[in-house]
């Protein structure tokens, strides 16, 4: 049974960081690119910030040169730093799993982690 669980999220203040973990189990996390999406309220899920198996990276232009992804394929888990948080990143953050071309599978979804950035 393949498993995300996210962990990490709370109350920051602005200018404030958090590091959001995506613990995985149960897929072959090397074959896998891992994302962070986020939805606030009212607004669609967007892609923050994702990292290939390779350790390719992009993100988002709201989050970039704030944010870093990473990912430790010995524990099979990935990270994101959100460094200066601002108010308009509140959101629920989502890890994602999405199967490289090379290999069969199905992308998968964590439950989520609330992030509230007020003063």
């Known amino acids: 049974q393949v498993q995300l669980v996210e962990s990490g999220g709370g109350l920051v203040q602005p200018g404030g960081s958090l590091r959001l973990s995506c613990a995985t189990s149960?897929?072959?996390?090397?074959?896998?690119?891992m994302g962070w999406y986020r939805q606030a309220p009212g607004k669609e899920r967007e892609l923050v910030a994702r990292?290939?198996?390779?350790?390719?990276?992009n993100y988002a232009d709201s989050v970039r040169g704030r944010f870093t992804v990473s990912r430790d394929n010995a524990e099979n888990t990935a990270y994101l730093q959100m460094n200066n948080l601002k108010p308009e990143d509140t959101a629920v953050y989502y890890c994602?799993?999405?199967?490289?071309?090379?290999?069969?599978?199905?992308?998968?979804w964590g439950q989520g982690t609330q992030v509230t950035v007020s003063s």
């Open positions: 994602n799993a999405r199967p490289n071309p090379s290999i069969a599978g199905q992308e998968y």
């Open positions: 990292i290939t198996s390779g350790g390719g990276t």
């Open positions: 149960g897929l072959f996390f090397r074959g896998y690119t």
